[in-house]
């Protein structure tokens, strides 16, 4: 699974304006009101304890988190957003896989058809692409011990596996077990700077330098969409991003 990693994308992600950073907040923010809806106590309500997770992850400030949470019972009302999956390619072969929270599924499907189409995509069925994927708990904490410390930690948590990269490890599980394991290692003391249920792609392909800057667009435009909450993929992605950091 080595290589396999959004992290450089994420840091990048991470390292834009803060418009961006905004954005990233604001799709964050009511995953966590969705999440909160019915029983906003984290103690009790793993789904939005995980999601908090996330957010810190993050750097969402507790504020933005507490007012998330509020929404819940307020701005969503009788709001009925609903998690969406759409799988389909863009350029090249390329697979995509689009989350979506979304309380109006017709102009979801049309922006996410309409978005992929313009870039040289098209939309598939459920299961077109999600086979080449793998749904793993991704934790990824910096290297503040070592790899036999970690791997013994991750272990005894109920991990998976543990992946070394050059400046951070990567712990995954298996989603079912994700809740367990960040629980287990937040009362270890760790600190998190990734911490979700992803889409792993099993290989990556590499797109020619045209193909791959329409295929940016693609994602550029999907991640704009107020109702996209995250984008998957199997594109190798240049990491020229990182002097954005």
Not at 93 to 99: H, K, L, R, T, Y
Not at 116 to 130: A, I
Request: overall charge negative; charged content about 30%.
């Amino acid at each position: 699974m080595s290589g396999h990693s959004k992290w450089h994308n994420i840091q990048a992600k991470k390292g834009k304006a803060d418009a961006a950073r905004g954005k990233l907040f604001t799709k964050i923010g009511r995953e966590i009101a969705v999440a909160a809806k019915g029983n906003p106590n984290p103690a009790t309500n793993s789904k939005l304890a995980d999601v908090i997770a996330k957010a810190k992850a993050a750097n969402m400030p507790n504020e933005n988190i507490e007012r998330s949470i509020k929404k819940a019972a307020g701005e969503l009302g009788d709001r009925d957003f609903k998690e969406l999956t759409y799988e389909g390619y863009g350029v090249g072969g390329s697979a995509v896989i689009v989350m979506t929270l979304t309380d109006n599924n017709n102009r979801t499907a049309s922006e996410v058809r309409s978005i992929m189409s313009k870039c040289g995509g098209s939309l598939g069925t459920t299961g077109s692409v999600s086979y080449m994927f793998d749904n793993r708990g991704i934790i990824v904490v910096e290297k503040t011990m070592s790899e036999d410390e970690i791997m013994d930690l991750a272990l005894e948590a109920g991990a998976d596996d543990v992946i070394t990269q050059e400046d951070v490890y990567e712990i995954y599980t298996d989603p079912a077990a994700f809740s367990q394991v960040r629980t287990f290692l937040e009362g270890k003391g760790l600190e998190f700077l990734q911490a979700e249920i992803a889409m792993i792609p099993q290989n990556k392909i590499v797109l020619p330098p045209d193909k791959l800057e329409t295929f940016r667009k693609m994602l550029d435009k999907l991640e704009e969409s107020d109702d996209v909450q995250e984008v998957y993929h199997n594109v190798e992605m240049p990491e020229e991003d990182d002097e954005e950091e």
